[in-house]
Nanobody, 124 residues
Framework: QEQLVESGGGLVQAGGSLRLSCAHSGRDFSKYFIGWFRQAPGKEREFAAAITASGGYTLYADSVKGRFTITRDNAKNTVDLQMNSLKPEDTAVYYC?????????????????WGQGTQVTVSS
C-alpha cells in the first residue's frame, strides 16, 4: 500500500519561504510521478506543481511559476516543494499525490494516491 505523508507546513509572513516535504512509503517510488495540489477554504483543490518519476521534467501552475520549485530525491523517497515569495493567497492545505499512468499533468484524476495534507498560512 502506497502512503504519502506531507510535512513542513506552518505560519509565515508574506514574502517569506517554506519548504514542504512529501515522504513516500511503499514500493517503487521511482516509478511514480508526484504532484503538489492545494485547497483553500471554500475553493476547489488546484494544481500547483508536478515532477516526473525521473525528476527530469517539472510542471508548474502559472500562479506559482517562478516562486515555487519542486524537486525529488529517489534515494530518500521524498519530493520537496520550496515556496518562496509567499503571498496571502497561497494560504491553503497542501497535498502531495502520486501517479503512475498517463504522465504528469494538472488534473487530479491522474493521481492515484494522496497524502493527508499540511496547512500553509501566509499572513499579510
Amino acid at each position: 500500500q502506497e502512503q504519502l505523508v506531507e510535512s513542513g507546513g506552518g505560519l509565515v509572513q508574506a514574502g517569506g519561504s517554506l519548504r514542504l516535504s512529501c515522504a513516500h512509503s511503499g514500493r517503487d517510488f521511482s516509478k511514480y510521478f508526484i504532484g503538489w495540489f492545494r485547497q483553500a477554504p471554500g475553493k476547489e483543490r488546484e494544481f500547483a506543481a508536478a515532477i516526473t518519476a525521473s525528476g527530469g521534467y517539472t510542471l508548474y501552475a502559472d500562479s506559482v511559476k517562478g516562486r515555487f520549485t519542486i524537486t525529488r530525491d529517489n534515494a530518500k523517497n521524498t519530493v520537496d516543494l520550496q515556496m518562496n515569495s509567499l503571498k496571502p493567497e497561497d494560504t491553503a492545505v497542501y497535498y502531495c499525490a502520486a501517479g503512475i499512468m498517463n504522465g504528469i499533468g494538472p488534473s487530479h484524476n491522474r493521481y492515484s494516491y494522496w497524502g493527508q495534507g499540511t496547512q500553509v498560512t501566509v499572513s499579510s
